[in-house]
C-alpha cells in the first residue's frame, strides 16, 4: 500500500499498488481473461483520503472510514508486504520485516520535511543526516538540492547499512554504520539533520544509552564547538515531554534558534505505552497530555528547531 502525503500534511491518501491490484483490488483478469498476478508497484490505485493525518497508520481513523469497502479495504492492505511512502514528490519502499529495527518514516519525520520543504539550500555542499534510519530526511533534501555534492547517511544499525545497500541510487549519498558521536568528531558538514530518540525514560542510561537523549543532547552541545569555522546549521526534532532537559541546553548552546514547524500527535510507541512505570514518569514527571479525542488518549507536541551561530 502507498501513503501519499501532500506538502501540508493537509491530507493521507491511501493506494493499493503492484500485486495488490490483483490480489485485492479486483484487477485479476486482462482483457482475454488471463489470469494476472502481479503489476509493478509503479501502478495503484487510490482507496481513500483521510484528513488531517496526525499519524502514519492512524488506527482510529481507519477503523472510522466511512465507506464500508474503503474500510475493508484498507484492512487488507495493511496486512501486505510493501509499504511506500510518498511526500512532495519522494518516494520511498519499505517491505515489512526486512530490515529489523529500520523504522520506516512516521509522522515525525514527514513533519520535518513539511518545516525544511523552503529552506534555502543553495550554500549546502554536505549534508548528514545523524540517526537516519532509512534515510528519508537526508534523501527529501538531495531531492530539492543538486548543489550538495556529498550526503551522509548514519546510523547505529546495521540494517539500516544493508537499508541503503539495497536502495540507494544517488551517487552523492554514503552511509556510515556506527555511533555518530564518534564519528562526527573533527567532521564538518554544512548542514546537519537528526529525528533523534526524543522520549526521555527513567534510568535510561543505565538501560540503554541509545535511547533517551543523549545523541539529541551531544548534537546542540558540541554543533557550535566545530574545529572548523566554516558555518555549521543543525536542525533537529524536539519534544516537549524533554522541554525541562532540553530548553537549558539550548539557552547555553548560544545558538540562534527558529521553530520550523511544530505538531501535537498521539503517543502510540508500544514499548511506552506498555510500560507502566515509564508512562507514570511521562505524565507526573513530564508533560504527556493524558487527554481521550478522537481515538487517542496520550499525546506529544513536537518542535523542529534549526540552529545556526
Ligand atoms: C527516531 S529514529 C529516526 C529515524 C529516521 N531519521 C526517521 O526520521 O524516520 C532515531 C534513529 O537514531 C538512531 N540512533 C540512535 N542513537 C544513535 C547514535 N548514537 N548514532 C547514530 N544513530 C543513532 C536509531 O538507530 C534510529 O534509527
Known amino acids: 500500500m502507498k501513503f501519499k502525503f501532500d506538502r501540508e500534511l493537509n491530507t493521507q491518501e491511501i493506494y493499493a499498488t503492484g500485486p495488490e491490484l490483483s490480489e485485492t483490488m479486483g484487477h485479476d483478469r486482462d482483457e482475454n481473461w488471463n489470469r494476472i498476478y502481479e503489476y509493478p508497484h509503479t501502478k495503484e490505485e487510490l482507496v481513500t483520503v483521510l484528513d488531517n493525518p496526525v499519524l502514519m497508520t492512524d488506527d482510529w481513523k481507519l477503523f472510522n472510514i466511512k465507506d464500508y469497502i474503503a474500510r475493508q479495504t484498507v484492512q487488507l492492505l495493511l496486512r ?54 532509512p534515510g528519508f530526511i537526508a534523501k527529501y533534501i538531495g531531492s530539492k538540492s543538486n548543489n550538495i555534492k556529498q550526503i551522509v547517511m548514519n546510523d547505529i544499525n546495521p540494517n539500516a547499512k544493508k537499508y541503503f545497500d539495497d536502495t540507494n541510487v544517488d551517487p552523492r549519498a554514503e552511509f556510515v554504520l556506527g555511533d555518530a558521536r564518534k564519528f562526527l568528531e573533527w567532521k564538518h558538514f554544512d548542514l546537519i539533520v537528526c529525528n533523534p530518540p526524543y522520549i526521555p525514560r527513567p534510568r535510561a542510561i543505565e538501560d540503554n544509552p541509545y535511547e533517551w537523549l543523549e545523541l539529541l543532547i551531544y548534537l546542540i552541545k558540541n554543533f557550535n564547538k566545530t574545529r572548523d569555522w566554516r558555518q555549521t546549521s543543525l536542525i533537529i526534532n524536539v519534544s516537549n515531554l524533554a522541554d525541562d532537559i532540553i530548553n537549558p541546553i539550548l539557552e547555553q548552546s548560544w545558538a540562534k534558534i527558529e521553530q520550523l514547524d511544530e505538531m501535537e500527535v498521539p503517543l502510540k510507541v508500544g514499548n511506552v505505552l506498555n510500560n507502566p512505570e515509564w508512562m507514570d514518569y511521562l505524565i507526573n514527571q ?24
Open 286 to 309: 513530564k508533560w504527556l497530555k493524558d487527554d481521550y479525542h478522537d481515538g487517542h488518549q496520550y499525546r506529544q507536541k513536537l518542535r523542529i528547531l534549526k540552529l545556526d551561530r
Open 80 to 133: 501486505k508486504p510493501m509499504t511506500i511512502v510518498e511526500y512532495d514528490g519522494l518516494k520511498m519502499e519499505f517491505e515489512q520485516g526486512k530490515y529489523h529495527g529500520v523504522r520506516s518514516p512516521n509522522i515525525d519525520t514527514l513533519l520535518f520535511c513539511r518545516g525544511i520543504k523552503d529552506l534555502d539550500y543553495s550554500d549546502v555542499n554536505s549534508l548528514i543526516e545523524v540517526g537516519s534510519g
